[in-house]
């Protein structure tokens, strides 16, 4: 059956099929203009025969999945209707879905959210602990040793896989319910028109959390808004939106709902449909959501790619020392193997017997340590009130060097009065106030804290401005490019009062903003108190641009006021629609505002230099304002650069001054962007930003840890990696202190596991060269591992030296080998040590003395493992200078004992081991001793050598 034939089919019986919902819609509409409807509806059921017989388009990534098929051709199809027939795909109506019926589709199609945002299952869990790479090893051995009868090997090592896939178990799923209750405090409220009422429906509008929309509802968006679902635009007005969520770019792109797509225009360049996670960067609008959860746009870009910042240096060295383990196993592994194999001649205990060494050479704890440390480290920052969204953003937190913020809000206490209404020559007038409130009174969308200061300063000082009197005829919302926001209003004729300040006009366009963006559209400049407008000169723009410097400098945020009569006439374009610009308009002088700094600002920022974090300001301010800000709290302001100067400077100059600069101000968000990228890439920095506004948003996606605050924009919150319940600086600072802690004490792990298990291997391969017989069974090998690596898991509960989070510590591949080529010897000594002392002393080297070898060479091995971490977590002298935590005590003392007592219980006899003479423990002691007293001694040579230790 054709494609021709199918469409045929559909167009004959007039029978909708919805690919992306699975739904039937019949509908008997009947439209003015049968041509556009006959051909939207070929190409309509085109797309879908196309998709029900299989074939795909390609992309530029080649062959598209069905699900991606299915998702294009439903939006396509929609982005080439009219609105009627949008609300008939989706079965909404005009005034939205009635709650009842919202309720049943939410139960239906279950909560809006994105495949990448699902968490797995309790089985899904259990089967990611299970399926480890060295599980797998462990259950064949296992298997290996059931089916040749030596059930206690096999048990043993069950056992072990048993406890190491519950101990997994347990921490990823307790990780997982934390993550879930974090995303249930992170609301995010979508304003939503409904219909209500049985025998007459109104509309109303309510505001639900984004995952109870449903398909078929209708949003009500606006600056800083996130889109729920992918949406058909009903109504748009300025409407610009930023889809870097999707493609990665800094761009926005302008969206318009009255027009009608047709099929060669790119998915992402649809002007009419917008896409679950793209925000809105200015303009308002509404909207039919078409598809939620997994069937919109952006799941069928998770469920491929995934969205994830790209691992850092951790990960990375983390990744490489597994590369080494690697190699040192393709080396040791098969030189034990043969050794074995030449003096035993069995064939299959020499395979399990080395498999058995492979494993005790990797340091198999080491994802437990890292989630544990990283669990720990969010309660810690749970307690003062700061979510954490992404475990690994803690780490990243401990080796940032850099922490880049956005001074409104986040260095002021973010509670804006007003103190002035000034004309062109600093003198208060009542005008100025008049239009900057009527400005502030009509605007509607992106409302901030200057609008809230004007009006309350209008209304607790008795100003009457009569705005009930005025109406609003449009509006060009703010963005932040341009950084003002302008409104035309016009005063009822029959209340025209001609001794007020209006003169004979009563049509305005009233712009406010930023007072240099405001100079810039203006080519008049009014007195006031004369009634005249005279040209603005260069030299009257100078002195009203050096005025409002003035006024920074002495802490006041300004913003400029500018009015122009207008004639709606004269407004009225090609297309027979009001355009509006904002050029040749009067200025009529500025607005201050005073927003204090933070009290706990000045002190934060002093500990974060302590540690050796660099603060750096990018503002869309003013230099000077934020230069006087940034002075009242302690940030270095020697060097400073504007917005307008940087992108005059070329790829290297930029870099250097970037690199230098601690304050940048009049930055446009691309700017905030390009800033943090240079410092990433050029600079090789961990660079934070701390940010809460809409502008931010770019920059808290690219930067390695994105912070924001619970009042910010959604978008910010959102993108963010951590979000501060307070905004409180001196919780980045125990942060940063934490992610410190985690890394040290994963450290200390690291470099147990890699001395200890290297050395230890090295010195079985000299046993298994000169003995008769195996230093260890496998399962005594495993055994020792096991305990060894259980001793270790209350290493993330282990203190740090006094002094060790107060600087920044970068990982180094380089480092961790010299550690290793320095301490593993040490290890390797006291392991021939004990080898010589038990050859020479009890003449254990016979077939007649097997079990009194491997039980002394077990506690011998047990013991150096465990305690080892006493040596290396302290550059002090450990039990004297410095004592570890009670956690890490108990363990060590735990295991020891378990080891120990291993030997006079039914269970030693059935590893094959046997009692060992006091005597032996006694040389132990004095091993010991020595062990630590060579270790110090390395110790103190290594960090007079390389100024560290861990």
Request: charge should be neutral; charged fraction near 20%.
């Amino acid at each position: 059956m054709g494609i021709n034939n199918i469409v045929g089919f559909f167009t004959k019986n007039n029978h909708y099929h919805n690919p992306a919902f699975g739904e039937n819609l019949v509908t008997k509409h009947e439209h003015s203009n049968t041509d556009q409807h006959t051909s939207f509806t070929t190409t309509f059921f085109r797309r879908c025969a196309r998709f029900f017989l299989g074939s795909t388009e390609k992309n530029k990534s080649g062959v598209r999945s069905k699900e991606e098929e299915k998702v294009h051709t439903w939006l396509y199809a929609l982005a080439q209707s009219d609105k009627d027939l949008v609300f008939e795909y989706v079965k909404s109506t005009e005034r939205g879905l009635s709650f009842k019926e919202a309720e049943r589709r939410l139960k239906e199609c279950g909560p809006n959210v994105p495949i990448s945002y699902h968490f797995p299952c309790w089985w899904q869990l259990l089967w990611n602990a299970s399926f480890h790479p060295f599980n797998i090893i462990l259950v064949v051995l296992a298997m290996l040793s059931l089916i040749t009868s030596d059930y206690p090997n096999g048990c043993i090592m069950l056992t072990w896989v048993f406890i190491s896939v519950t101990l997994r178990f347990i921490q990823e799923n307790s990780s997982t319910k934390a993550s879930m209750r974090v995303l249930e405090l992170l609301k995010c409220p979508v304003k939503v028109q409904r219909c209500a009422g049985r025998v007459v429906q109104t509309e109303l509008i309510v505001k639900i959390d984004h995952k109870d929309i449903v398909a078929g509802d209708i949003v009500i968006f606006g600056p800083g808004d996130l889109f729920p679902g992918d949406v058909r635009l009903l109504t748009s007005k300025d409407l610009i939106v930023s889809q870097s969520s999707l493609t990665g770019e800094a761009g926005t792109t302008k969206k318009i709902a009255y027009i009608q797509e047709d099929q060669t225009t790119p998915l992402l360049e649809l002007q009419n449909i917008c896409f679950m996670g793209t925000s809105v960067v200015s303009g308002s609008g509404t909207a039919l959501v078409v598809s939620t959860g997994p069937k919109t746009y952006m799941s069928t870009i998770f469920s491929i790619t995934g969205k994830q910042k790209p691992p850092d240096d951790f990960h990375k060295c983390v990744r490489h020392l597994s590369y080494g383990l690697i190699c040192v196993m393709v080396v040791v592994v098969p030189t034990i193997f043969l050794a074995n194999y030449y003096t035993s001649g069995d064939l299959s205990e020499s395979i399990l017997f080395a498999i058995s060494v492979a494993v005790a050479l990797t340091p198999q704890a080491l994802p437990l340590i890292v989630n544990m440390s990283l669990a720990i480290g969010a309660l810690a920052m749970a307690k003062d009130k700061c979510i954490v969204k992404s475990l690994d953003a803690i780490q990243k937190m401990g080796s940032m060097d850099i922490l880049c913020i956005d001074k409104t809000g986040t260095l002021t206490t973010d509670q804006v009065v007003m103190f002035h209404h000034l004309d062109s020559w600093g003198l208060p007038k009542e005008r100025v106030l008049q239009f900057g409130f009527l400005n502030s009174y009509f605007k509607s969308e992106l409302k901030n804290p200057v609008d809230d200061a004007i009006m309350a300063y209008v209304y607790t000082n008795g100003y009457r401005f009569e705005q009930s009197q005025w109406r609003k005829i449009n509006e060009i919302p703010f963005d932040f490019t341009r950084k003002r926001v302008s409104v035309i209003i016009e005063r009822n004729m029959n209340t025209q009062d001609k001794n007020n300040y209006c003169y004979k006009a009563y049509k305005f366009m009233v712009t406010k903003g930023a007072l240099e963006e405001v100079v810039k559209i203006c080519s008049f400049v009014e007195q006031v108190d004369k009634g005249v407008i005279l040209p603005l000169s260069q030299e009257e723009t100078q002195r009203i641009l050096q005025m409002g410097e003035a006024l920074n400098n002495d802490g006041l945020m300004v913003i400029g006021v500018a009015i122009i009569e207008i004639e709606l006439e004269s407004h009225v374009g090609a297309t027979g629609k009001y355009e509006w610009n904002e050029s040749n308009m009067v200025f009529l002088g500025m607005l201050t505002f005073f927003d204090p700094p933070k009290d706990s600002a000045k002190q934060a920022f002093s500990k974060m230099g302590e540690k050796g974090v660099e603060a750096k300001v990018l503002t869309g301010d003013s230099l000077s304002l934020a230069i006087r800000i940034c002075q009242e709290v302690g940030i270095r302001t020697t060097h400073t650069i504007t917005g307008p100067d940087l992108q005059f400077l070329d790829h290297d100059t930029f870099h250097e001054t970037v690199e230098s600069a601690t304050v940048l101000a009049r930055l446009t968000p691309t700017q905030k962007l390009r800033v943090v990228q240079s410092l990433q890439t050029m600079g090789n920095h961990v660079v934070g930003y701390l940010g809460d506004g809409i502008n931010d948003s770019l920059v808290l996606e690219a930067a390695d840890v994105g912070i924001s605050v619970d009042s910010g924009a959604s978008v910010a919150k959102d993108l963010a990696d951590i979000i501060l319940l307070e905004k409180d600086l001196n919780v980045l600072v125990s942060g940063v202190e934490q992610g410190r802690i985690i890394y040290g004490n994963t450290m200390k792990y690291i470099k147990v596991a890699v001395i200890t298990n290297v050395g230890s291997i090295v010195s079985l391969l000299i046993a298994t060269i000169i003995l008769p017989f195996e230093p260890l069974t496998p399962r005594q090998l495993l055994t020792q591992n096991f305990l060894y690596n259980v001793g270790h898991i209350m290493i993330p509960w282990d203190k740090m030296e006094e002094g060790y989070a107060k600087k920044t510590r970068p990982w180094s591949s380089k480092d961790l080998l010299f550690f290793m080529m320095w301490n593993g010897p040490v290890c390797l000594i006291c392991d021939i040590g004990a080898l010589s002392f038990i050859w020479f002393y009890y003449k254990a080297y016979s077939y007649s003395h097997e079990e009194f070898f491997r039980a002394a060479w077990f506690i011998d091995g047990l013991l150096m493992q465990t305690f080892s971490i006493y040596t290396i977590r302290t550059a002090k002298i450990p039990f004297v200078q410095e004592i570890a935590s009670w956690p890490v005590i108990i363990s060590t003392v735990i295991i020891s004992s378990i080891g120990i007592a291993f030997l006079f219980t039914p269970i030693g006899r059935v590893m094959g081991m046997k009692d060992l003479p006091l005597s032996y423990f006694g040389f132990l002691i004095v091993l010991f001793l020595g062990y630590f007293t060579l270790c110090q001694l390395v110790k103190r040579i290594y960090i007079l050598s390389y100024n560290r230790w861990l």
